[in-house]
C-alpha cells in the first residue's frame, strides 16, 4: 500500500526555518511528481511547491519564492521542503502528495493531479 509520512513541522518563531520530511513507503518516486500543499485555518488547500523526478524541475507558489525550497532524495525516497524567513501566514497544515508522470509533463500544484496523500503536519509561526 502507497503510503506518505511527513515529518518536521512544529512551533518556531517569526523568521525562524524549518525542514519539512515526506518518506514513501510502498512506492518508489521514479515516475512521480512530488508536491508540497499548505491548508490555513478556514482556508482552501494551497500548492505551494513541486518537483519532478523524471526531470528535476520545479515550481513554486508566487507566495513562496525565495523562502521555499524543495528538494528529493530519491535513494531514500524521501523528499524536503527547507522554509525560511517564516512568517505567521505560513501557519497551516502542511501536506505532501504524489502524483504520476506522463514524459514530459511537467510537475503540478493542483491537488487534483495527485494519486496519494500524507496525514499532513503542523506548522505555526507565532509572531
Known amino acids: 500500500e502507497e503510503q506518505l509520512v511527513e515529518s518536521g513541522g512544529g512551533l518556531v518563531q517569526a523568521g525562524g526555518s524549518l525542514r519539512l520530511s515526506c518518506a514513501a513507503f510502498?512506492?518508489?518516486?521514479?515516475?512521480?511528481?512530488l508536491g508540497w500543499f499548505r491548508q490555513a485555518p478556514g482556508k482552501e488547500r494551497e500548492g505551494v511547491s513541486c518537483?519532478?523526478?523524471?526531470?528535476?524541475?520545479?515550481d513554486y507558489a508566487d507566495s513562496v519564492k525565495g523562502r521555499f525550497t524543495i528538494s528529493s532524495d530519491n535513494a531514500k525516497n524521501t523528499v524536503y521542503l527547507h522554509i525560511n524567513s517564516l512568517k505567521p501566514e505560513d501557519t497551516a497544515v502542511y501536506y505532501c502528495?504524489?502524483?504520476?508522470?506522463?514524459?514530459?509533463?511537467?510537475?503540478?500544484?493542483?491537488?487534483?493531479?495527485?494519486?496519494?496523500w500524507g496525514e499532513g503536519t503542523q506548522v505555526t509561526v507565532s509572531s
Open positions: 502528495a504524489a502524483e504520476f508522470l506522463r514524459p514530459g509533463v511537467a510537475c503540478s500544484r493542483w491537488e487534483r493531479d495527485y494519486d496519494f
Open positions: 510502498g512506492f518508489t518516486f521514479d515516475g512521480y511528481g
Open positions: 518537483i519532478s523526478s523524471l526531470d528535476d524541475t520545479t
